[in-house]
C-alpha cells in the first residue's frame, strides 16, 4: 500500500507518532504523539511534508489522490466534534496551520476560524449563544485570510477597526459590540471586493484549499527563506499543514488561551512557567498586543504582579493542565513548550514541542534532568547546542558600575548588551556593516525584523510578553532581549523613544540587562561570565566524550589566562606582531624597517628582544605545562609604519628621520595586494634576522623558566605563510640554528618543535614535502578560505551578501569552513602529510576552530586540536564532545 | 666487478663510447667516441661523474681506488706519448678539463700545461728546441693554475705582465724574448710566495692532484650555479675531469689551434664554418683576445678577408680537418663543435659535441638533415628546441626604415634589438627590474656578465670573434649579439663608448641588427618575422606529430589575424575588457560604472553594445570556422575610472558629473586586494546587466556573420573567476537567456557553449560540481598561480628574486608551471570535470600556454588545447609535437 498523504489523530488514537517528525512535521507529529497519551487535542488531521515536496516538484500541483483522503479526513473530524464543515446551524470550523520538521516560529503562516462565512457566522453565534464572539471570530477570519491567502495589507484592515473604535470612541476591542464588529465585518467584505474585485470568498471548501496553498506557499516566501538561510534548515525538508476543529478561548470568562513552558525557558529552573489571557485566542497571547497574565503564582513579578494567575481563577483547569505537562515532560524527556485553550472549562491542548531555550536554561536543564534520572551523561552533553552556549561566555554588567536605570521590561532573553540605538532593521544592517553596535528598539518585533536583530547586540521591545515574537527569537539567537518594557514611548518616524524625563534618540548609548530587563543610560562596564556550578559540571562531562584537544588563540598573558579559565589545553597560536605594536616598541620595530642594511636592522632588532623574552616569558607562565605554539612574525612591515601626515611627522621627530625618508620606504614598501604579498615566511627569508631574534627570545625564555623554576616547556615554533617546502627548510634551518646557539650558551638541553601554518592552498597540495620539513602543521584556515576562494576577507562586503542572498553560498566561509572546497583541501592535506609522517601533530588556528560545524569537520579528519579564541574555548569543547558521541552512535 | 672510477682513451682504443654520456660527460664520451672511430686524439682518461658526485657527497672526499687507477692509467698515457709525467728530460704535460653531461661554455676551469715546474721546464725547452716558447707555457701555468687552483687575482699576473712589457717597450706579447718569460715567471712565483705565504707548488703529481680539486669544486661556484639555474640543469648530475696529454698549438708557425662547427651554427648553411690562430694555443682562439683567422676561403668576410685562411696557409692539414669533420657529421648525424690543435703538422682533435646554434640555424640543419637522408622527419623536429624558436618569431628591423649605422662587428647571433646602453651586468640587472629594455656593451664579455647577457635584449662587444663567449652564450640565450667590434672604444669608467665622431653616453639607444652585425644610432622600427621556407617546412612536420591543439590569446582582430599567420587553430581567451578602454567607448563604460541604479547602467550599456558587436564580428570574421573563446568582463570597475586629481577632473567634465561624485565612487570602489576582489563572476553576480549586454553583443555578431555570410561558428562564452558552481550556475542562466532571446529574435538556431575559467583553487577542487554547468573549462593559471601560491604577480618583485637565488623556487612560476603544486591542482580538477563530463573540453589559457615544459604538461595530463600569445604558437605548436613524440617513445 503506497505511504498516505494525510494523518488522522484525534480521540485517543492517531495514525501517526512522534517518530514520523520528517513527515509530518514537529507540531504534527506531536500532535499525534500527544492523541496516543490520551492528552485532550481538538481532532483533525496533518497532510504530510511530502505533499509540499511534491507540489514544488510539479510545479505547484498537489499530488493525485490528496482531494480524496482529504474528504475521508474532514468526514473524521465532522464525526468526531458532532459539527459539520459549512453546516449552517452547528458549523465545524478549522485551522490551519503550518508544521515543519523544525520549528519556524512567525515564520509560516496560520488561518484561524476557517469555514465561516455570512451564514455559518449566524450558526456559530447560535451555537455559542454569543453572537459577538461568532462576529468577532469572523473579522479576524476575513483579516488573517486576506493576509495570508489573499495576500492583502493586513494594516488596511486594522485601520478600518481603528475607525470602528473611532466613530463608537471605544478605545479597547473588547469594549466593541455585536453591532460594531457586524459593520467592521462589512467594511472588511467591501475592502476586499474593492481591492480583489472578487467577493470575500464564501465556500468553505474553497476557503479550505485556499488556506492549504498559502501554507504551502509560504514556505518560499523571504521571511522563511531568510529564516532558513540563518537556521541553515535545507529548504528540500518541506512542510507540513496541520488542519484541526477549532476550539475557542474566546467564548467567555470560562475561556482562555496560553502558551507554557514545562520549564523556565530563561533560566531553566524546574517550575512551570507560561503565560494565559482569558477570552482570548492564542494569537493574541504570541502577538504580545495585550500583556498576559502569569499561569500560576509562582510566576509573578513585580511587573505582572496585579494580574490574576490561572491558578487562582481557574484552578481545575490549571490543575489538569499540570498534570498533562508532568505527562509529557516525562515522556518527551524534554522542556515542552505548550499552547492550549480553555473553551468552556474544557482544557484542550494545541501543540507540543521541545521548548527552545536560553543557554543558561539548556545547561541547567540538562544538568538537572541527568540528576533527576530522566537522561543519561550522553544525552545531557547532546541536550546543549554548542553555537548556543556562546551567550554564557561573554561578559555581564560589572555589578560594581554605577547603573543609570530608566526603565524596566521583562527579562526576556539573558545577558547583557551596550550599543547605540536604532528604531529599524535596515538601520541596525546598516550600522553592523560598519561596524556599530546597536540595540534595536521597536514597539514590537515582527518576522521582517529578523535580519536585524540578528545584527543587534540586543533588542528591546515596548509590547509583548515572555513568548513574544521577539522573546522566543532573540532566546534562539541567545541576543540578549527585554520585552514588555510599557513606560516606553517608541517614536519610530521621529527615531526617538522617550521614558519618564528621558529622550533617547538614535545613536545614543544605552545597555540591556537581559537577566533583569533594566534598561540602563548609556555604556556600562561588563565583567567576564562565571563559569562554574551547572555549566561546569556539564564541562566535565563533554571532556569526558570528547577526544578532540581544544587550544586557544591568545597573544597575551592576559587572554592565556582567560583561555585556561575556559578550559583550553593549550596555545594554538600566539600571534607575535601584536607585541610589536606595543607603545614601548613600536619604536624599535620602525627603526628596524626604516634601517637601510641587515646591520641596521640587528640593532634595533637587539632592541627589541629583551622585551619579546618578557612577552614569552609571561605566556609561558600562564600556560604553565601545557604546549604553547609561537607564530613567527607575519604581517607586511607597511602594517606598522605611520600612514598619515601627522603621524609622519611624529614618527620622523622621535626616530630622528627625515620625513622624506619614511615616505620612500613606505612607498618602496607599498603593495597592491598586500595579502598576496611580502609577508610571512616571506619576511623571514629575506630578512632572516627579525625570526632569529624572535626564535631567541622563545628559547631564552623557555630556558629561563625550565631552569630557574623548574617548569617543562616544549616550545612550538611556527613559520607562517609557507607555500614549498623550499621555504620551510630554510626558515627551519635559521631558526634550529638559532635556537641550538642558545641551548649551547645556556649550556642545557631542551626538546622545541618547529612547523608551520598550513594556509595556502600550494602548503596543501605538497603537505607530503611541507611534512619533510615539519614536526606539525597547523591549518590557518582563515588565509585558506581567502586563497581557496580567491576572496579578500577585507573586500568581501561587496559582493558575499548578495551571495549569500542568492544562496551561491550557503554561508560565511569565513564564518562556518567550506568543506567541499577548502576542507577538501585540509583534508588532502592530512592524508599527504600523514603519509609522509604519520606521527605529525595537526591543528586549526583559523576562526573556524570556535566555530561548531567547523569543529565536527576537525573532528572526522582526525585532527589533534582546534586552536579557537579563548570565549569560544568551552563552544570547541562542546562541539568536539558532540562529534565524537556522533562517530559513537555511527 | 666494480665499475671503474677512471676511463682510458687513446691509439684507437677507449675504455668509453658516446653511449656513457651522463658517467663521462659529453667531452669525455666524445673523445672516447672520436678515439672509437679512428681520429687522432691526445691520449687521455677522464674521471667519471660519480667521483664527482662521490666527492661531493663525501664531504669532499675522494671515493677509494682512485688514486691507484689514476696512476695506472697516467702510466698508460706516458707509455702512449713515450714521455713521462715530471720527467726532466722530456716531460709529459697534461691539460685538465671539466666535462658535464652538457656543455657549460665558460662555466668550468680549465688548466692546460700541467706538470711544469722549474726543472721540467728546461725539459720542455730543450725537447722543443725553444726556450721561449717553454717560458711562455710555464707563465700561462702558472697564471691559470692561481687562478683557478690557488683562488688567486688573475689580474695581478696580468698587471705583472704589463709590467715587463712596459719595462722592454714591447706592446705585443708575441715580442716578448725568453729573458722576459723568464722574468715574468720570477715574478709571478715572487706574487705566489708573497700571497699565499708557501711556493708555488713544484711537485707534478701534487699539481694534478689540485687540478683535479679544482674542477670538483667549481662544479659548485657562483657561476656555474648561476648557469645551471638558468638551464634548468640539476646541481646531481655533477662534472666529470678529462686528463689529456698536452698539444701544442703555439709551439712555432707549424702550429696552430682552432675551433670550428661542421655548419655554420648561425645560420645553418652547409659550409664548414671556423677560426683559427697561428702559433697559439685553444684559450687564445675562444678568450677573444687575437682576432682569429677564417678556417677557410669561404669563411671570409668583409672583415676578416685580409687575414689568411687554414686552407691557404695549412692546405694539409686542412685536409685532414676536413676528411675528420665529415666522419664525424656523418658519425654523429648532428652539427659538430669541434676543437682542434695542429702540432708541427699533426692534427690532433681535441672535442667534438654536438655544436650550440642559432633558432635559425637549427631549423636548417634539421630540415637539410632529413633532405639530405641523415635523419628522418621525427629527429628533425626533435632537433629543434622549442624554447629557442622564439627568437624566429620576434620582428627584425624595418628594411624600409632609415638606419643610421655608426659601426659594424661580427654577426654572432642574428636578430634584432633595440634598447639604452648600459656597461655592467649589474646595470642591466638594474634596468630590467624597472621594465628597461637595454643593449649591453663590453669590451668583452667573461663568465660574471651572464645575468646581465640574460636581461638584455642584445650584446655588443669590441673585441672577440664568431666562437667568443658573447657569441656562444648568446646564441644559446636566442639573443641578437655582435662581437668583435674593433671601432669601438668603450669607457667603462666613463659610462660611454666611442666610434667615430659620436660619442655614446649610458641611457642613450642603440639598435643591433645582429644578422649583419650593424651598430645603429637610436631605435629603429621592426617588422614581423617571415614564416615560410624551411621553418614553414618543419613547422608542417611538427603539426603531423602533434596531437594537442593550440590556440591563442587575441584581443582584436590584429592579433587574432597574427595568431591564425602563426598557425593558431581557433582563441581561447579573447578578453573583452581591453575593448572597454578605447577611446570611443571609455566615456560610455564610465557611465556605466557612475551610474546609481541598474536603470542607468542599462542606458550606458546600451550605448557601448553596438561597439562590442562591432569588436566580436571583427574577430569572428578573422577567425572564421575555428573556435574562439570570449571571456566576459573581469577586470575590477576601478580599473575603469581616471586616478589622479588632474584625469578626474577631465573625465567629470566631460560625462557632466561632480568630481566629488567621481571621487566618492572611487572611494567606494577602492580595495584592500583588488586580486581578490570584487571582479570576475562576481561584477556579472552583482550586476547581469554588463553580462547580459556582453552576451547579446557575442550572439547578435555571431548570428548576423551565419545569417549573412554563411560562417560556421560555435561561440564559446566564458565566465571568468568562478570559485562555486553556485556562481556558474546564475550565470550560465543569464547569459542562456540573453543567447535564447537574441535567437528568438533572429528567428534562427545557432550553438553556442558556456564555460568557465578554472583559475581559482576552489573551482580546481569542486571542479567536479562546475562541470555540471560547464561545457568547457579553460585554465586559467596565471591567476591559479597567484591564489595556489599566495603571490601577487604585481608585488612579488620584492621577494621572488631572491627565491630563484636562494633556489627555494627552481623557476619563475609566473613562467614554467609549477607542476608540484598548481599541476597537481589542474591534473586533479582535470579528473574530477571528466569524472562528471567525460567529454568536457579542456584547454589553459595562461601564459604557461606558451612555455615548452608547461606545453609538455598539457599534453600529459591530456587537455584538448593550450592557448597562448600569438608569438608563441609555433613554440607551443612545436612542444606539443615534442610532447607527443616523448610518449610515443615512452
Known amino acids: 500500500m503506497p505511504r498516505p498523504w494525510i494523518y488522522y489523530f484525534g480521540n485517543d488514537k492517531a495514525d501517526g507518532s512522534s517518530k514520523l517528525k520528517n513527515l509530518l512535521g514537529g507540531k504534527g507529529a506531536n500532535l499525534a504523539e500527544m492523541v496516543n497519551l490520551g492528552i485532550p487535542v481538538p481532532p483533525g488531521f496533518t497532510i504530510s511534508t511530502e505533499v509540499c515536496t511534491t507540489y514544488y516538484d510539479q510545479d505547484n500541483q498537489y499530488p493525485e489522490g490528496l482531494k480524496e483522503e482529504m474528504q475521508a479526513n474532514l468526514a473524521k473530524i465532522e464525526a468526531s466534534m458532532n459539527r459539520k464543515f459549512g453546516d449552517l446551524k452547528i458549523p465545524l470550523l478549522l485551522s490551519v496551520r503550518s508544521g515543519a520538521r523544525i520549528s519556524m516560529p512567525g515564520m509560516m503562516d496560520t488561518v484561524l476560524n476557517l469555514g465561516l462565512n455570512d451564514e455559518t457566522v449566524q450558526g456559530l453565534a447560535e451555537a455559542a449563544q454569543d453572537e459577538r464572539f461568532a462576529l468577532d471570530s469572523y473579522r479576524r477570519f476575513i483579516q488573517m485570510y486576506s493576509d495570508v491567502v489573499l495576500g492583502l495589507d493586513r494594516t488596511r484592515f486594522e485601520n478600518l477597526l481603528e475607525e470602528e473604535k473611532e466613530k463608537s470612541k471605544v478605545r479597547l476591542d473588547t469594549h466593541l459590540k455585536a453591532e460594531n464588529w457586524r459593520s467592521v465585518v462589512k467594511s472588511f467584505k467591501d475592502y476586499v471586493l474593492r481591492v480583489t474585485g472578487k467577493e470575500f470568498p464564501q465556500d468553505a471548501m474553497s476557503q479550505l484549499w485556499g488556506a492549504i496553498g498559502a501554507v504551502f506557499n509560504s514556505w518560499m516566501n523571504k521571511r522563511a527563506i531568510e529564516y532558513r538561510r540563518i537556521n541553515n534548515i535545507p529548504s ?13 478561548g474566546n467564548m467567555g470568562n470560562d475561556c482562555a ?36 497574565q502569569p499561569i500560576n503564582i509562582a510566576g509573578k513579578t513585580p511587573e505582572n504582579q496585579h494580574l490574576s494567575s490561572m491558578e487562582e481563577v481557574l484552578p481545575e483547569c490549571y490543575q489538569t493542565l499540570v498534570e498533562i505537562y508532568q ?5 518527551y ?48 552533553v547532546l541536550r546543549v547546542d554548542p553555537a548556543q552556549i556562546d551567550q554564557l561566555l561573554h561578559p555581564t554588567l560589572d555589578p560594581k558600575a554605577k547603573q543609570d536605570i530608566i526603565a524596566k521590561g521583562l527579562p526576556a532573553s539573558p545577558g547583557a548588551a551596550t550599543g547605540q540605538v536604532v528604531f529599524t532593521a535596515e538601520e541596525a544592517t546598516k550600522c553592523y556593516e560598519q561596524g556599530r553596535k546597536v540595540i534595536l528598539v521597536r514597539l514590537e518585533t515582527s518576522p521582517e525584523d529578523i535580519h536585524g536583530m540578528h545584527v543587534a547586540q540586543g533588542i528591546l521591545t515596548a509590547r509583548g510578553g515572555m513568548t513574544s515574537h521577539a522573546a522566543v527569537v532573540a532566546r534562539g539567537m541567545g541576543k540578549c532581549c527585554i520585552t514588555g518594557c510599557e513606560t516606553l514611548q517608541v517614536d519610530q518616524e521621529g527615531k526617538k523613544f522617550m521614558v519618564g524625563k528621558h529622550v533617547i534618540r538614535e ?63 593549550g596555545i594554538g597560536l600566539c600571534r607575535t606582531e601584536h607585541m610589536f605594536f606595543e607603545e614601548d616598541r613600536i619604536g624599535a620595530v620602525r627603526e628596524m624597517i626604516l634601517a637601510d642594511d641587515r646591520e641596521g636592522r640587528r640593532e634595533a632588532l637587539e632592541k627589541l628582544r629583551p622585551m619579546q623574552t618578557g612577552d614569552f616569558v609571561g605566556i609561558f607562565r600562564e600556560m604553565k605545562d601545557v604546549p604553547v605554539t609561537i607564530r613567527l612574525l607575519d604581517p607586511p612591515l607597511h602594517e606598522f609604519l605611520p600612514h598619515s601626515e601627522e603621524e609622519i611627522e611624529q614618527v620622523a621627530n622621535r626616530l630622528g628621520y627625515s620625513v622624506d625618508r619614511i615616505k620612500a620606504k613606505l612607498e618602496s614598501l607599498h603593495e597592491f595586494n598586500p595579502m598576496l604579498g611580502h609577508r610571512g615566511c616571506r619576511l623571514g627569508i629575506t630578512y632572516p634576522e627579525i625570526y632569529e631574534m624572535q626564535a631567541r627570545a622563545i628559547m631564552e625564555a623557555a630556558v629561563d623558566l625550565v631552569q630557574k623554576e623548574g617548569y617543562s616547556i616544549i616550545p612550538e615554533i611556527m613559520i607562517p605563510l609557507v607555500g614549498h617546502v623550499g621555504e620551510l627548510k630554510i626558515m627551519r634551518e635559521v631558526v634550529s640554528v638559532t635556537c641550538e646557539k642558545v641551548l ?22 605538497t603537505a607530503d614535502q611541507v611534512a619533510t620539513e615539519a614536526d606539525f602543521f597547523s591549518f590557518g584556515t582563515n588565509d585558506l578560505t581567502q586563497t581557496t576562494f580567491g576572496f579578500s576577507r577585507d573586500d568581501v562586503g561587496k ?14 566561509p569565513f564564518v562556518v569552513l567550506d568543506l567541499d572546497g577548502v576542507g577538501r ?51 570547541a569543547r562542546l562541539a568536539a564532545a558532540h562529534a565524537a558521541l556522533a562517530e559513537k552512535k555511527d
Open 825 to 875: 583541501l585540509v583534508q588532502h592535506a592530512v592524508d599527504l602529510g600523514r603519509k609522509t609522517k604519520p606521527q605529525i601533530k595537526l591543528g586549526i588556528c583559523g576562526e573556524h576552530g570556535g566555530d561548531p560545524a567547523s569543529v565536527t569537520f576537525c573532528h572526522e579528519i582526525g585532527l589533534n586540536y582546534v586552536s579557537c579564541s579563548p570565549y569560544r574555548v568551552p563552544v
Open 744 to 765: 649551547k650558551e645556556k649550556n642545557t638541553e631542551l626538546k622545541y618543535l618547529i612547523g608551520t601554518m598550513i594556509e595556502l592552498p600550494r602548503a596543501a597540495l
Open 507 to 569: 545613536g545614543e548609548f544605552i545597555t540591556l540587562n537581559g537577566s533583569t530587563g533594566d534598561v540602563i543610560l548609556g555604556e556600562v562596564p561588563t565583567v567576564e561570565a562565571e563559569l562554574s556550578g551547572d555549566f561546569g559540571k556539564l564541562m566535565e562531562w563533554v571532556d569526558e566524550f570528547r577526544t578532540l584537544k581544544v587550544r586557544a588563540n591568545a597573544d597575551t598573558p592576559h587572554d592565556a589566562g582567560v583561555a585556561r579559565k575556559f578550559g583550553a589545553e
Open 236 to 248: 528540500e525538508w518541506g512542510t507540513a499543514v496541520n488542519i484541526q476543529a477549532m476550539v475557542f
Open 333 to 380: 524527556r524534554d522542556m515542552q513548550d505548550i499552547e492550549f485553550t480553555i473553551e468552556k472549562g474544557k482544557v484542550w491542548m494545541l501543540q507540543t514541542r521541545n521548548g527552545k531555550r536560553t543557554a543558561q536554561a539548556a545547561v541547567k536543564i540538562a544538568v538537572d534532568m541527568k540528576d533527576e534520572g530522566l537522561i543519561d551523561k550522553k544525552t545531557a
Open 799 to 812: 559582493f558575499l551578501p548578495v551571495y549569500l542572498e542568492k544562496k551561491i553560498l550557503p554561508r560565511d
Open 327 to 331: 505527562n509529557l515532560e516525562k515522556h
Open 257 to 292: 488561551t496560553g502558551v507554557a513552558f514545562t520549564r523556565d525557558p530563561g533560566t531553566g529552573d524546574k517550575k512551570f512557567f507560561g503565560e494565559f489571557l482569558i477570552n482570548a485566542q492564542g494569537e493574541d497571547v504570541v502577538a504580545g498586543i495585550r500583556t498576559p
